[in-house]
Structure formats: C-alpha cells, structure tokens
C-alpha cells in the first residue's frame, strides 16, 4: 500500500543533539532558535515581502525592480524591470564599499605554486578578459563554454561572461570530449575557454587534446581561448585558437558592467539526467545573485575576518554559488585549490587549512569518507585550530561520518552545517544557522527564510509528522532554476507535473517532531522489502557506523517473494573482506535497526562507483546486485575501470 502513497518508512534514531555553543552563539549573526525562529514566519507570511526587502538591501540595482514576482506556474520572474549585473555585484560595489585591496581570492596550485588576487586585481583581470570576448564578438545572451583547471582565471571568465550579459556554460574538466560537444551542442556555444592541461596528482592532463576533439563536433564553437597552465605542448589551430596571456596584453582595463534586466541569462550547468542526456539547468542573473550571497552569508554566518574554504570545483553548482557567486557578493575572502586532496600527500587539505588559517571550511561527504579511511594520522600532523564552522553538501552525510568530522576536524568546537540543496534549487534551501539552531548528525535540520519545503504523498497530502515522503517546495524562491536550456516541456514534466502547485525535488525526506529534515535519498532509490520502503541513506548509515567500514551503498535487489531484498555494497577501512565480517555486518545491522532491514548479500568492494562530483551511483549497483551484463548508462560515471573491479571482487 505505501507504495502507491509515496510513504517511505523510518528505521533510524538519531538521538544526539548539539547546540551551538555560547561563545559561538554570540558572536553569530543570528544568535538563536527563538530569532531565527521569527525571521522564518515573518518571511513565510509575506515571502515577496521578503524577498523584494532582501533584493532592495543586498543587490546593486542600475534601476529598481517594479514587481517582485511574476509568477505564471511553471515560468517565475524576480525583481521584474530592475537591472543589475553580477559581476558589478561582486568587484564594483566591493570596492565602493572600500575592499579593493582587501584579498579576494587565496589561490595555490598543486605544484605549490601561490597568487594572492584583492578585489581591485579581480576587477582589473575580469574587465580586460570582458573586453577580450568582446573583440571576440561575444554579444549580450552569447553561450561561453569554460573548460578550465581551478585556477584564479576560471572565476575570472565567469565574471567576465557576467559582466557583459554573456551566458557561461562551465564544464567540469574532467568530462570526455563526447560530454563537451554533447553540452555545446545543446547550448550552441560561440566560444570555449581552455587550458594547455592542468595539474592532478602530479600529473598533466592534456585539456586542450580534449577541446580539440570535442570542437571537431561543436560546430557552433568559433573561438577558443587556450590560458597556458601546464606548460605542455599543445596544436593550436589558426584562425580558431588564441592564447590567454596574448588576447589580455592588449585588453582595456576599462570595461563598465552592462545594466542588465534581472532575468537575464546568468549560466547554464549541465547536470545528468536520469535518461543519461543532460539538463542544462538554467538560472538568471538577480535572483540567484541574491540567493548566493543571501545563503552563504547566513548558513556560514560570515564575518570579516574569515577565510572561506569551499573545496568544490567551478564546474559544479557548489562551485557556482559558493566558490564564486555568493562569497565574492558577500566580500569574503575565499581560498582556492586547483587539484586532487592526497597530492603529494593525503594531508593536503589540513596543510592548506593550517598554511591559510581557513575559519570555514565547506566539503562533501564522499569527501570525508576518504580522509576517514586515509587515517586520523594525516589529520593530527596539522594544527586545525583556525577553523570556526564545518560545512557538507552534496550527499547525506552518516551520522558516524559526522561525528568524526565534528570530533577530528572540527575539535568538537565547529558547528556542522549539513546543506541540503540541488544545482536546480541555485543556493542552499535547508540547513541549521549555526549560532541559531542546535544540530543532529544527519539531519539538514531547518528551512532557510524565504523558503517552504513540504513532504507529502502521491496525491500532494502533507504526509505526518516522522514518516517519510516526497520533498517538495511550495512557492517560488528568487534562487531557483529558471528552466531547463531549450526544453520546456521537459521542464515542466520533471519538476511540476507530478504534485501539481508545487516544486518537485526528486528527493524523499521526513521531519520529525522538532521540525528537523532528514533527508531519505531520491525517490528513485527507495528499497522495498515485503511492502516497506527503505530509504538507502538509513542502511547506509548503519553500515558506517561499523568500525571496520569506510563506505556503503545499498540497493533493492528483485526477490520473487519479499519484492526487493537489500543488497549492499561495502568498502572497508581496516580488516580484509570475510565470511565472519559478512556475517558481523548483518547483525550489526540487525541490531542498529531491526531485521526489516538485515541485508541480504554484502559485497565487499575496493571503490564505489561514483559520479565525477563523488555521489554514488546506486543505479549501477542495482544492475549488477541484480546480476544484469550490460548496466544502465555510465556516461556519468567518474572511474570507469570500478565498473570491472565490482565484478572481480564479487567473484573473489
Ligand atoms: O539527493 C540530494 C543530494 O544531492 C542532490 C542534488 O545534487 P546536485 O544537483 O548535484 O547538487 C549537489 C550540490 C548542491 C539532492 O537532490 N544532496 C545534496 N545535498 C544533500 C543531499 N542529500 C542529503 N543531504 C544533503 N545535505
């Protein structure tokens, strides 16, 4: 019956709690429950009210907006009849505010290699690279293709792009030249952006040999920008290709930002779609601006004296609004790392943090998961003292990664912010104020202001409080997706045809009777053992909480009898894969959370499969639990050879 209702059941009791502590409590922006508590429903009895305050106050306007929100489901327009820029937003109006020779941007590459940018740099470097694309002929609503290393000149061609109403299209570099020419067919990309190669593990990957094959099916592409990086040898192709450094010494340094309307075109991101042809999410320049800098300084409770360690690459929303949008809005001081966290050692990140004294420090659980198994001894070398506040996103994080986090990272003195959010949603929708609210491993805890998840049933019904159900959002917010490039309908049919009147996010959740969300893992995912539909994260969790697992990932496997019976996958972090250990982790299961939920085989893995941003792919996992040869489309997939190895160390 729960199947056609859309519940998912809840085994998993999390009973800890941590409150923000005093000292951090009193120097936050919003220093507790009852206050954010009363920013919340004075925001969700008048949410254009709200936002339409938030823009006036945090935005540049070149002209004032005249309506907050036109609203013609699915189709949203914020701040209709303003203009403004968001790269003006970003330089201009901080060095109006008196932050030009205040540090921008912390960079080191992965060679060791150092550059300090301030705001007036960032400014210098973003206009003469504006003027550059327009000797390109990039005009107003022209699609740039960016296909670069983390170094300081990726954020500069965003801002670039931003600054001339240009539409940047960032693709992580680590896509296949196929994903490239896939992603600029679809957004009929005028220009890409490259690099020579760029640094991992020690490494150089040739991107430039990858444009190259991928411009040979973009044929809408007429220029590319090549920034020399690495040093290695590279083809250029006359009349196409032109250097970084020759195009900027004979730029303008002069390049005002153009006033533009509020639902112009900011970026396009591409995200895989479940039929494995990707989405380009498309956002727009006022709303998400505000969402960005809004979010990140109220989830990360930013003062003037942080350094903000976001360690997401540009190619990924995460590092949209939190590398770039929302902290150079907010002023702040970011720190940027261009290659892999294990290079030359699997201490990197605590170097860098100790090197650069970072205060905030923003990752991903799979992230963490890995400097787990790496060993607390990498973590102990370094003195981690700098840090104020923990941030994760990305994935659920299990409690026990949590807590090592907390404990280890964090010296059990950092706030964890467990920010649940989607490259669609623009910005961070749910996730605790660090002074305000008191957290649970595992949970995402509170709704931002401004913003209205509900969890309901197949027919739209507010599901109970503690059962599980799918999360929704139920009124438009300034930072959300404005469609996806070039498809409407699809638009339409993936986020609000299924519960009409509200936005679909794919996800299950419960809240429980605090009024925290947990979330359960996509819709998609959920097992369903003899009619009880499990959410994967709760078994998962289970796993970690082992001593001897790293990682976990549970899928339904189709049973004849039960429906589905679970099947789990596992990496260890210490001991050798056994028939006794086997035999431990299901009654470790058992015992964490009942017999419903005892797995039916565990396979002992040396890696999941994983996307290239680190979530894993269940989806692949159900195909081989379920013995099938060929599996579903791996285009995403971020290691092809794990595929083979699953199957190997199944058989052994
Ligand atoms: O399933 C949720 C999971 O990641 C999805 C969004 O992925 P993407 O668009 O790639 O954006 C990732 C960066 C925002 C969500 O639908 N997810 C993200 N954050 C969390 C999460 N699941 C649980 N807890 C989170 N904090």
């Not at 002929?137 to 965003?158: C, H, K, N, R």
Request: glycine letters at 8%.
């Amino acid at each position: 019956m729960s199947e056609q209702t859309g519940h998912v059941d809840t085994v998993m009791v999390e009973q800890r709690i941590f409150p923000p502590s005093q000292s951090f409590a009193s120097r936050a922006s919003i220093k507790s429950l009852s206050e954010y508590q009363q920013l919340y429903d004075a925001a969700a009895a008048d949410l254009e009210g709200y936002w339409a305050a938030e823009a006036r106050q945090h935005l540049h306007w070149f002209e004032p907006f005249q309506k907050t929100l036109q609203w013609d489901e699915p189709f949203a327009q914020w701040f209709v009849g303003g203009k403004t820029n968001a790269s003006y937003n970003c330089l201009d109006a901080q060095i109006a505010a008196g932050r030009g020779d205040q540090v921008a941007i912390l960079w080191e590459g992965e060679p060791g290699d150092t550059r300090t940018l301030t705001y007036r740099d960032l400014h210098c470097e973003v206009c003469k690279f504006a003027n550059v694309l327009k000797s390109l002929g990039v005009q107003p609503g022209d699609v740039v293709s960016i296909y670069m290393p983390m170094t300081p000149e990726l954020p500069v061609a965003m801002l670039a792009c931003a600054r001339i109403g240009a539409v940047h299209s960032v693709i992580f570099a680590g896509f296949s030249a196929e994903a490239v020419a896939d992603r600029n067919n679809d957004a009929k990309a005028k220009i890409q952006l490259t690099s020579d190669g760029l640094y991992r593990r020690g490494k150089v990957l040739p991107l430039k040999d990858t444009i190259d094959e991928a411009l040979a099916k973009s044929s809408t592409v007429e220029k590319c920008v090549v920034l020399k990086r690495a040093g290695n040898a590279v083809q250029m192709k006359n009349g196409r290709d032109i250097w970084w450094h020759e195009a900027m010494a004979q730029a303008s340094t002069d390049c005002p930002a153009t006033p533009l309307d509020s639902e112009t075109p900011l970026f396009i991101l591409y995200t895989s779609g479940s039929t494995g042809k990707p989405k380009g999410i498309r956002h727009t320049t006022a709303g998400y601006n505000l969402y960005a800098k809004r979010t990140f300084q109220m989830v990360f409770d930013h003062q003037d004296d942080d350094i903000f360690w976001c360690t997401a690459d540009c190619g990924w929303i995460t590092g949209h609004s939190y590398v770039v949008y929302g902290p150079l809005s907010a002023g702040a001081k970011i720190l940027m790392y261009e290659g892999a966290p294990n290079w030359p050692e699997e201490d990197r990140f605590w170097a860098l943090i100790e090197k650069y004294r970072v205060t905030i420090l923003y990752t991903a659980p799979t992230a963490i998961r890995a400097f787990i198994k790496w060993g607390d001894h990498h973590v102990d070398k370094h003195d981690l003292t700098s840090l104020r506040l923990l941030g994760s996103v990305g994935e659920g994080i299990n409690p026990e990664a949590w807590m090592w986090y907390y404990n280890k990272i964090g010296g059990g003195r950092c706030p964890i912010v467990d920010t649940w959010w989607q490259t669609e949603t623009g910005g961070i929708m749910m996730s605790p104020l660090p002074g305000a609210i008191a957290t649970k491993p595992g949970s995402c805890t509170k709704p931002l202001p401004g913003v209205r998840p509900r969890i309901v049933d197949e027919k739209g019904q507010d599901v109970p409080l503690g059962r599980g159900g799918m999360l929704c959002i139920d009124h438009p917010w300034p930072g959300m997706l404005r469609g996806i490039w070039g498809d409407d309908a699809r638009y339409k049919e993936q986020y609000w045809t299924k519960i009409p009147g509200m936005y679909l996010t794919g996800d299950n959740a419960r809240c429980d009777t605090d009024g925290y969300f947990w979330i359960m893992g996509r819709i998609d995912d959920v097992i369903n053992v003899s009619g009880h539909r499990l959410s994967t994260i709760e078994v998962e969790s289970a796993l970690v909480s082992h001593p001897s697992v790293a990682e976990a990932a549970a899928v339904g496997k189709p049973d004849e009898i039960r429906g589905q019976v679970l099947s789990v996958f596992v990496t260890l972090r210490s001991g050798q894969p056994s028939d006794e250990l086997r035999t431990a982790l299901k009654m470790h299961v058992r015992k964490e959370i009942g017999a419903l939920a005892q797995p039916d085989d565990i396979h002992f893995t040396s890696a999941l499969p994983k996307t290239r941003s680190g979530k894993i792919m269940r989806r692949l996992l159900r195909d081989i639990a379920s013995g099938k040869e060929q599996v579903g489309d791996t285009t995403t997939l971020e290691d092809y050879t794990v595929l083979a190895k699953l199957r190997s160390d199944d058989e052994s």
